[in-house]
């Protein structure tokens, strides 16, 4: 394994710097290239000035399954439509049930600019169809569905609905948090009903994604259960009610917020904070959340 700072030098590599990768790259031992995708995924994550675009594609026709899944993942910011055709390739023919579940998930980027008429209706359309067939065949894998179904639901036609009622009765808990995760990307309000009555669901998972639901449809209505939610047993749960009321906004919600950034506690203490700090940026005086910003004390990494 390489030192990280050499591993810089895989950033924005020219034509002739991915050819010479390409020569190298398959004779690599194939813990080497699944850690050196992972390593190169992480750095792109913490730093978004790098870009590695060229070699998570060239990841894609990787014979490793690990490599190809991460490669997906290393792609997850781009918006380069000629990405689509190669996804919907993974999602059809890949062997590898983890490496069409990441291929269906990073498809759903494309479902949401085609929604927002950010891209040309072909590859749109063409991520669509691929995902919506994927999200219909009942022979694939469940992890597969679900995370199709997760990425339609940008779309929230009468299509997407339908199918969201179909994974919210299934028996497959799995399938049914996945529902839900849907009701609340499609911000169609339809689904306020649902997502609060999974609130108190006695999974963890689907209390999170029901939480983090009511945050992206802005139900005002949930807040008392949000704020009964921010003193859940489960750490993650606690976070997603207090993101949620961040979303929402509102008096009782900034007070909720206010009392929990005082919490002897410091994860949930910051997690307060940060969605005061969303809840004064969407519905405050920026003024005052300049203001904070500037008495907070600085982050290590930026000193």
Request: negative net charge.
């Amino acid at each position: 394994m390489p030192a990280q700072s050499l591993l810089y030098y895989l950033s924005d590599l020219d034509a002739e710097g991915i050819a010479r990768v390409r020569l190298v790259w398959p004779g690599l031992p194939v813990e080497l290239r699944r850690r050196l995708i992972t390593c190169l995924v992480e750095m792109a994550e913490a730093d978004f000035e790098l870009n590695f675009g060229e070699v998570f594609r060239m990841g894609l026709e990787d014979e490793d399954a690990e490599v190809r899944t991460a490669s997906i993942e290393g792609l997850w910011e781009d918006e380069d439509v000629r990405l689509v055709p190669l996804l919907v390739t993974r999602l059809q023919d890949d062997e590898s049930a983890s490496v069409r579940a990441a291929a269906a998930q990073s498809l759903g980027r494309f479902i949401l600019l085609g929604e927002l008429n950010k891209i040309h209706p072909e590859p749109h359309h063409m991520a669509y169809q691929a995902v919506l067939a994927t999200c219909q065949d009942e022979h694939e894998d469940i992890e597969v569905q679900r995370r199709a179904l997760e990425s339609l639901a940008y779309a929230d036609n009468e299509t997407v609905i339908q199918l969201i009622h179909k994974a919210y009765a299934s028996p497959h808990e799995k399938m049914r948090v996945s529902a839900v995760f849907a009701m609340g990307r499609s911000a169609n309000p339809y689904w306020s009903r649902h997502v609060r009555q999974e609130l108190f669901s006695p999974n963890p998972e689907m209390r999170y994604e029901a939480a983090r639901a009511c945050g992206e449809l802005q139900l005002r209505e949930a807040v008392a259960e949000l704020e009964e939610l921010a003193d859940d047993v489960d750490a993650e749960v606690q976070d997603a009610a207090l993101w949620a009321l961040g979303q929402i906004g509102g008096d009782r919600a900034r007070s909720i917020l206010e009392r929990y950034c005082l919490a002897d506690n410091e994860a949930t203490r910051s997690a307060a904070e940060a969605a005061l700090d969303e809840l004064e940026f969407m519905y405050g005086d920026l003024s005052d959340f300049f203001a904070r910003l500037a008495m907070s004390p600085p982050d290590d990494d930026m000193v």
